[in-house]
T-cell receptor
Framework: DAKTTQPTSMDCAEGRAANLPCNHSTISGNEYVYWYRQIHSQGPQYIIHGLKNNETNEMASLIITEDRKSSTLILPHATLRDTAVYYCIVRGSGGYQKVTFGIGTKLQVIP | EPEVTQTPSHQVTQMGQEVILRCVPISNHLYFYWYRQILGQKVEFLVSFYNNEISEKSEIFDDQFSVERPDGSNFTLKIRSTKLEDSAMYFC????????????FGPGTRLTVT
């Protein structure tokens, strides 16, 4: 699985959009970009994933650059409950698809 | 919305004792996983399970660990003789079949070995 690079921490004002970047310059053609988050030692929570196209669901949007070497997770209106560690993970679609977590980005939403 | 459940939420045991951590994956899921997270550290993969057998395991998953799907709904992790360093949060996860499908994680069991 390709390596990812994320900032260690970020702050965001409540109600504003949170934009979390991720670099994955060694991503290969069949690897997906996944985002999970972990709120204070709870189980990791799946947010969104994509291959090439931008994706949106009820939680977030995922913007993947055309060369697929980086992506941005967007939480459109951050709330205090979005304070968590966010993990960007690049993973192939084959095999048994274990998730390899890095240290992620600690997002602090500020009132 | 269906979710992965785990019991107990907290287990305290003495060193050398056996523990069994229980998980109920989402009902139509076919792939099952255990992960652990030592306090302050990353979430680490332990084992994946498919079609009633282990499909992949990490170096952490040594002979002291075993997994089982004893019936159609439960998925268990057994630690035969616990050590102090087994103290951690243990997360179960599951997913449906198919390429690129996401894993859904349970809330975890906090294991404390004294």
């Amino acid at each position: 699985d390709a390596k990812t690079t994320q900032p260690t921490s970020m702050d965001c004002a409540e109600g504003r959009a949170a934009n979390l970047p991720c670099n994955h310059s060694t991503i290969s053609g069949n690897e997906y970009v996944y985002w999970y988050r972990q709120i204070h030692s709870q189980g990791p929570q799946y947010i969104i994933h994509g291959l090439k196209n931008n994706e949106t669901n009820e939680m977030a949007s995922l913007i993947i650059t055309e060369d697929r070497k980086s992506s941005t997770l967007i939480l459109p209106h951050a709330t205090l409950r979005d304070t968590a560690v966010y993990y960007c993970i690049v993973r192939g679609s084959g095999g048994y698809q274990k998730v390899t977590f890095g240290i992620g980005t600690k997002l602090q939403v500020i009132p | 919305e269906p979710e992965v459940t785990q019991t107990p939420s907290h287990q305290v045991t003495q060193m050398g004792q056996e523990v069994i951590l229980r998980c109920v994956p989402i009902s139509n899921h076919l792939y099952f996983y255990w992960y652990r997270q030592i306090l302050g550290q990353k979430v680490e993969f332990l084992v994946s399970f498919y079609n009633n057998e282990i499909s992949e395991k990490s170096e952490i998953f040594d002979d002291q660990f075993s997994v089982e799907r004893p019936d159609g709904s439960n998925f268990t992790l057994k630690i035969r003789s616990t050590k102090l360093e087994d103290s951690a949060m243990y997360f179960c996860a599951s997913r449906v079949a198919g390429q690129g499908t996401e894993q859904y994680f349970g809330p975890g069991t906090r294991l404390t070995v004294t």
